[in-house]
C-alpha cells in the first residue's frame, strides 16, 4: 500500500491516499469510516463475512469496527482511499456508491494525488466533495454532450477566489453560455448562478460544521469578507453560531 498524500480539515481530520493492494494481509478494523473508490483493477472485499467485488469506478465505505478484510484480483488493484471520522458518512456505512459521480470524482482526485505537486486547495475539499457526489440523487438523462456535475463541482472549489460566472462554467463544460444555463435547469434544478451559490453555502456549512473559524471558511469558500458569509449563512437560514 502507498500513500500519496494526505489533507486535515478541522478537528475532525481526513486522510485521502492512493493505495496499492495486493494479496490479502489479513482481517482488521479501525475506530473510523473508510471510503473505498476502486481506479485500476479489481478489489475483492470482505467485510463482516460478506465479500463483495469492486471493480474500476466502484467504491464502498467500511463503517468504524467492522472487520474487513481486502485482497487484489489478478495482481493488483489501485484505489483512492479516504480515511475519516466525519459523522456524515453514517448514512452510508455498508453501502456502495450511487452512480457514476463518485467515480468521476475519484478519478479526478486520484490525478491529482498522482501528480509531483499535487493541487492543495482541490484536496482539501476532497472529502466533502466526495461525501456530497456519493449522495447526490441521479440527475435526468442529459442531453447532448454530458456534463460531469462533479468534476465541474470540484473544479468549481478549487477556483473560489477568482470570480466564477455562467461563462466560466459553461466554457468548463464545453457548453455555449445559454446551453449550460439551459442544461443546468433542466438536470440541476437550478440556474447557473443559484447551482454555483449552493455549492459554496453546502462546503461552508460543513467547514463551519466541523469547528472551522468562520474567517477561515470565508477565505476557502470565496467569501470577500466574513460578514458577507455570515449573512450569507443567515439568508440561507444555514447559521450556526
Do not use: K, N
Not at 500513500?3 to 486522510?15: C, F, N
Not at 469506478?57 to 485482497?71: L, M, S
Not at 495482481?75 to 448514512?91: E, I, K, M, Y
Not at 456535475?149 to 455562467?166: E, F, I, N, R
Amino acid at each position: 500500500m502507498t500513500w500519496r498524500s494526505a489533507v486535515s480539515s478541522g478537528p475532525t481530520p481526513a486522510a485521502l491516499s492512493l493505495r496499492d493492494y495486493g494479496p490479502s494481509r489479513g482481517s482488521h478494523a479501525h475506530d473510523h469510516f473508510q471510503v473505498l473508490v476502486a481506479l485500476q483493477g479489481v478489489l475483492a472485499l470482505e467485510v463482516e463475512g460478506r465479500g463483495r467485488r469492486l471493480a474500476a469506478g466502484q467504491g464502498f465505505v467500511v463503517a468504524p469496527g467492522d472487520r474487513h478484510d481486502f485482497e487484489a484480483e489478478a495482481g493488483a488493484s489501485r484505489c483512492l482511499v479516504l480515511d475519516t471520522r466525519d459523522a456524515a458518512w453514517t448514512p452510508h456505512a455498508g453501502r456502495a456508491a450511487e452512480g457514476p459521480r463518485a467515480a468521476a470524482l475519484a478519478h479526478y482526485l486520484g490525478l491529482c494525488l498522482a501528480q509531483p505537486q499535487p493541487a492543495a486547495l482541490a484536496l482539501a475539499q476532497a472529502p466533502w466533495l466526495l461525501c456530497e457526489a456519493w449522495t447526490a440523487p441521479p440527475s435526468r438523462p442529459p442531453r447532448g454532450r454530458p456534463i460531469d456535475w462533479a468534476a465541474l463541482s470540484a473544479w468549481a472549489a478549487a477556483h473560489w477566489q477568482g470570480p466564477l460566472g455562467v461563462e466560466d462554467l459553461a466554457a468548463r463544460a464545453c457548453l455555449s453560455p445559454s446551453q449550460f444555463a439551459q442544461r443546468c435547469r433542466d438536470e440541476q434544478g437550478l440556474s447557473p448562478l443559484a447551482w454555483l451559490r449552493a455549492l459554496r453555502l453546502a462546503q461552508a456549512r460543513h467547514l463551519r460544521a466541523q469547528g472551522l473559524a468562520v474567517a477561515d471558511t470565508a477565505r476557502r469558500t470565496g467569501y470577500r469578507s466574513p460578514s458577507a458569509l455570515t449573512a450569507a449563512l443567515r439568508r440561507d437560514g444555514g447559521w450556526r453560531t
